[in-house]
């Protein structure tokens, strides 16, 4: 039972806590376009490294293993994420900023396993180009929809991610995960707050390299890659229909339902393939 | 502030064919105090077993056919060897599970008169361990237990051999290495040497945690009772399985613990 409470309590509402007083915090020390591009993702990023010191030793600070750089990661995603965010850069200056992040990220993220398949030579330009399409092709929404909103559905995938991890893959790397999971709690109640002036915007480097990191994390890890993780992090892209078209005239709570549900299918189909996978290797 | 443990609740409720009923495993850890000089007893005397935890054989229920040995050194491989470990888990229900491993490669040498064990040593290649259960094979791969990504290999090395007074009843003692740990582990043994050959038989428990391997111990006991029986083929009940396949599956040539899968 203890166990349990420390679990709670160091592994979810402290990080939550973070996120929410880090968000706050940069609201009222910055200015109202920094804050718009940097509240969300300095936010997570606390929370996160918050949440992974108080693992225990297990979870190097000095990174020793591919998935100990996740918090410095975060960290750095959420420097280059609010600046590619800002306004007056162009659409390519963006991209590069995107490719770089993603790179590094993929460059310390893939193992040095002499047995890993697909080899490191293909995975790294693989990873990059996932985590970049990821980051790329959220960043457009966060702006388009509700922080609450969008906040919501990218906790709802990266709880699943880390869940998913937990129940397949390892339940030492979804203790890690799970961290992410609760530092976006917090993102969505400080936006849920708000007086409305709260966005996510600057949040989708962060996300990616992270929750697409540890999907990453864990589809390697077995012999058999486990690809079906993958779909996880990027059930938030499924909100693209939610933005045009009839979908995007629903009252707000309509609109939220629809958005829930069309990402909930997504991560649906992520663990039946999971699933399916571990059901006949 | 650290602490321990975490996602207990939602790994549970998902990891219901790893670790809830179908069981969890094996992990080492020497139960004879590491760095004690011989004589510790190991899990205590031929057949013993963890507590609470069923062996799946007793020593005396095996027929083990000699190793041949040459020029004074018994090769070891699956096709000749086995090593079985049982885990259970805490509380009143253990559910014992059985696993073992497809691809060692050791030798056992004896002096030169051919009638004592002078030195045992193996090598593991940990991606090769099989269980009854597939989803729980790809687990014990997984870094909660085995971590066989990062440590791919495990490896045994006699220090000392002691006659125990019965006949061919020894004490072996020597350095079991798992993941990064190295620890001393002693454990008795039951040795025959005649012209056909050589046939060993031991089981003893080692507490996996003292190898760092201290993952779920809340719900996995720390206490795995290993089975090494030289004379016995190698047949896993069920091939490794689940997303953590192991290369060449199971009864594969030997030889392969050092190569493949090295960093």
């Given at each position: 039972m203890n166990s349990v409470i420390e679990f709670v309590g160091a592994g979810i509402v402290v990080p939550a806590a973070v996120s929410v007083a880090t968000m706050w915090l940069s609201r009222q020390l910055l200015s109202a376009e920094t804050s718009s591009r940097y509240s969300a993702a300095a936010a997570f990023a606390a929370a996160y490294g918050v949440g992974y010191l108080l693992l225990p030793s297990w979870a190097e600070l000095v990174p020793k293993r591919h998935w100990h750089w996740t918090p410095y990661l975060a960290l750095a995603a959420a420097v280059t994420g609010p600046i590619s965010a800002a306004n007056g850069l162009h659409l390519v200056e963006r991209w590069l900023l995107y490719l770089m992040t993603a790179f590094v990220s993929a460059w310390l993220l893939v193992p040095t396993w002499a047995s890993l398949q697909p080899p490191r030579s293909v995975c790294v330009p693989l990873l990059t180009g996932y985590l970049f399409l990821l980051a790329a092709m959220l960043e457009p929404l966060l702006s388009r929809l509700p922080a609450a909103a969008i906040s919501a559905q990218l906790t709802i995938s990266s709880a699943c991610t880390a869940i998913l991890v937990a129940g397949f893959i390892s339940v030492t790397y979804a203790q890690t995960a799970g961290i992410v999971a609760a530092a976006l709690t917090g993102c969505l109640l400080a936006a849920s707050f708000s007086s409305g002036t709260t966005t996510a915007r600057g949040l989708s480097l962060a996300y990616s390299v992270t929750v697409g990191g540890w999907a990453f994390i864990g589809c390697i890890e077995p012999q058999r890659p486990a690809f079906g993780l993958l779909l996880a992090p990027v059930a938030p892209l499924s909100l693209w229909w939610c933005v045009s078209g009839p979908v995007s005239r629903l009252h707000r709570r309509a609109a939220a339902t629809v958005q829930t549900v069309m990402v909930l299918i997504h991560l649906a189909i992520a663990a039946g393939l999971m699933a399916t996978t571990s059901l006949n290797p | 502030m650290r602490f321990s443990l975490g996602w207990m609740i939602v790994g549970s409720l998902l990891v219901s064919a790893c670790s809830n009923q179908a069981g969890s495993a094996p992990a080492t850890s020497s139960k004879p105090a590491t760095g004690s000089s011989g004589g510790a007893g190991g899990g205590g005397p031929i057949g013993s077993t963890p507590t609470g935890a069923a062996s799946p054989l007793e020593s005396s229920d095996v027929d083990a056919s000699p190793v041949p040995i040459e020029l004074g050194v018994a090769k070891l491989t699956p096709e000749n060897t086995k090593i079985e470990f049982v885990g259970t888990h805490t509380g009143n229900k253990p559910d014992p599970r059985t696993g073992g491993f497809a691809k060692f490669s050791g030798a056992a040498e004896v002096d030169s008169d051919g009638k004592t064990l002078k030195s045992v040593s193996v090598e593991i290649e940990t991606g090769s361990l099989w269980t009854q259960m597939q989803p729980l094979t790809a687990h014990l791969n997984a870094p909660d237990f085995f971590d066989t990504r990062e440590y791919p290999a495990a490896k045994f090395e006699s220090t000392q051999i002691a006659a125990d007074g019965d006949a061919g009843q020894v004490t072996i003692t020597g350095n079991l290495t798992l993941l990064a740990a190295t620890k001393e582990v002693s454990f008795p043994a039951n040795v025959s040497i005649s012209g056909e050959g050589l046939t060993l038989k031991a089981k003893f428990s080692i507490d996996r945690a003292e190898f760092g391997m201290d993952k779920l111990v809340e719900r996995v006991e720390k206490t795995v009772s290993l089975t090494v029986v030289i004379g016995e083929k190698t047949q896993p009940q069920?091939?490794?399985?689940?997303?953590?396949?192991?290369?060449?599956?199971?009864?594969?040539?030997?030889?392969?613990a050092t190569g493949d899968g090295k960093k």
């Open positions: - | 069920q091939g490794p399985g689940g997303l953590g396949s192991a290369r060449g599956g199971p009864g594969s040539a030997p030889g392969a």
